[in-house]
């Protein structure tokens, strides 16, 4: 079967005859076997069959105008299917190329004549043979039929969609085209989401490519098989994408979000973008960057599920607030009440307390000067002796208590004449002495009494052994342990004829 002036060629209708068969074809430069017109530029794209390449041999009726590294009319060709693929060779002048082997499925080849010295072209054919790098693996089956048709204002094109739909089974090999159509006059932008070759940049295992226009190879805009691959905004209403994998390659996977616009000016529900982009009123904040840059998302309220709250209509709301408020007042009454109570409580206990239950410590006992159990010999003639008595017998009486934490008693010293802890100092001159200046005559023993009491009556600490406290204490020779002692201090020999004097002191502290 021939195809004539098939679309593989650029522009169509003005660069000669393209021929194409199932095994091959031929195409020739415009006017051929005539002189090529001036200012004339022409694209041939060859595309083989998966696991093929393209051999291409030029006739020998072959003239071009020869030139310095062919910088003027010549003919380029690349391997691959783009004006950037690598170059395998320029030509020109009146020897025809020699034979020209692609190493993928792709050849790129361009003519260019300027305006001067025209010549009758060139004539080539082609054939597709089998890529000798799967020489080993066989011819390739048939493919499944794996197409998809999309439309709207926005869209997503994913790799998913075979699986989903059934296109193809997973072991294998597709070649699956998505069709975008967009509203007349309005172009495609298309933003991948997500890529991944699973055996990347291998092109001849898996590819996706996009094509502009149709699905034809020189409407070919772009091709990806490495680990990148970027936006492309389309110029035409038709977008096609296409995804290759062999039967080893069906992990590989894509998502590209489509987004139909048109150029400024922008009419009323439409939303403008700052790229040159009018897109659809409704996709401004709906989740989505439609826009090259996220014009259309910036400035949006976060949107939230929609709750139960959402789904209450007045009376609903009308009981939940009636609800509300009196649990409310409620509330409030239950601490005015919880305020008040605890201070009657507390009145109360003031008004019951009773001082005498609270026994937070107990109190170091106080002592009384006690009453001596003898009375003073009847010996003591001595005028100031006697005073010094009569001042102790008033000291005695006029200080029945005595001040909180210290002791008031006295002990009988020793026979060293040692009296501790009295309240005052007291002279006590309390012996008999002979007329006729005889040796001293001992006085008679006195015995001080010393009662303690408590702050509080009722203590229960000291118990029995205090209550043999209160007893009376005969003063002993040698040293009191108590913490108030009683002191003794001299013994003084009279001037006045008397032998000897005995001095003793009282002393009690504060």
Request: charged residues 25%; hydrophobic residues 30%.
């Amino acid at each position: 079967m021939q195809v004539k002036n098939n679309s593989g060629v650029t522009p169509a209708g003005q660069c000669g005859t393209w021929v194409k068969e199932s095994e091959g074809g031929y195409f020739t430069s415009p006017n051929y076997p005539e002189k090529y017109p001036p200012e004339r530029e022409c694209v041939y794209i060859i595309e083989a069959s998966p696991r093929q390449c393209i051999d291409l041999f030029f006739d020998d009726k072959y003239s071009i105008e020869p030139s310095w590294e062919c910088k003027f009319d010549h003919i380029e060709v690349r391997d691959g299917p783009f004006g950037f693929s690598p170059i395998i060779g320029r030509f020109c002048g009146q020897e025809s190329p020699t034979y020209v082997r692609s190493s993928g499925r792709y050849l790129y080849i361009k003519f260019v004549a300027d305006g001067e010295l025209e010549a009758i072209g060139f004539s080539a054919r082609y054939n597709f043979t089998q890529d000798p790098e799967f020489k080993g693996v066989g011819e390739l089956p048939a493919l499944p039929f794996c197409e998809f048709e999309l439309n709207g204002p926005e869209g997503f094109v994913e790799s998913a969609q075979i699986a989903a739909e059934s296109r193809a089974l997973q072991t294998e090999a597709v070649d699956c085209r998505w069709y975008i159509k967009a509203p007349p006059r309005s172009r495609i932008y298309l933003r991948f989401l997500e890529y991944e070759m699973h055996n990347s940049n291998e092109c001849k295992r898996n590819f996706v490519a996009i094509y502009d226009g149709s699905s034809s190879v020189e409407h070919l805009k772009n091709k990806f098989c490495s680990t990148v691959a970027n936006d492309i905004m389309l110029v035409s209403s038709v977008g096609v994408v296409r995804m290759w994998a062999d039967e080893g390659s069906r992990k590989s996977k894509f998502r590209i979000l489509f987004t139909t616009f048109h150029e400024p000016p922008c009419d009323s529900g439409t939303f403008f973008c700052h790229s040159n982009m009018c897109i659809n009123q409704t996709l401004v904040c709906n989740g989505i960057q439609n826009c090259v840059f996220p014009w259309d998302e910036n400035h949006c309220k976060e949107k939230r599920k929609a709750s139960i709250l959402d789904t209450l209509d007045n009376t609903n709301l009308a009981i939940i607030g009636v609800t509300c408020g009196l649990v409310v007042i409620l509330l409030i009454i239950s601490v005015i009440i919880q305020v008040k109570q605890p201070r009657k409580k507390y009145i109360i206990r003031r008004d019951d307390f009773d001082p005498a239950l609270l026994h937070p410590g107990f109190e170091p006992p106080h002592y009384e000067l006690c009453t001596l159990r003898r009375t003073p010999s009847g010996d003591l003639t001595d005028a100031a002796l006697a005073e010094d008595f009569e001042k102790f017998h008033k000291l005695r009486r006029s200080s029945s208590k005595c001040i909180r934490d210290h002791h008031c008693g006295s002990f009988h010293g020793s026979m060293h004449g040692s009296v501790h802890g009295s309240r005052s100092n007291l002279s006590m001159r309390d012996a008999t002495i002979a007329a006729d200046g005889g040796a001293l005559v001992p006085p008679p023993m006195n015995m001080l009494v010393m009662k303690h009491s408590y702050s509080q009556d009722g203590a229960e600490g000291y118990g029995a052994e205090e209550e043999e406290e209160e007893d009376d204490l005969m003063m002993d020779d040698g040293p009191n342990t108590s913490q108030h002692h009683m002191h003794h201090h001299q013994i003084h020999h009279g001037t006045s004829g008397l032998d000897h004097t005995v001095h003793r002191t009282l002393s009690n502290d504060f």
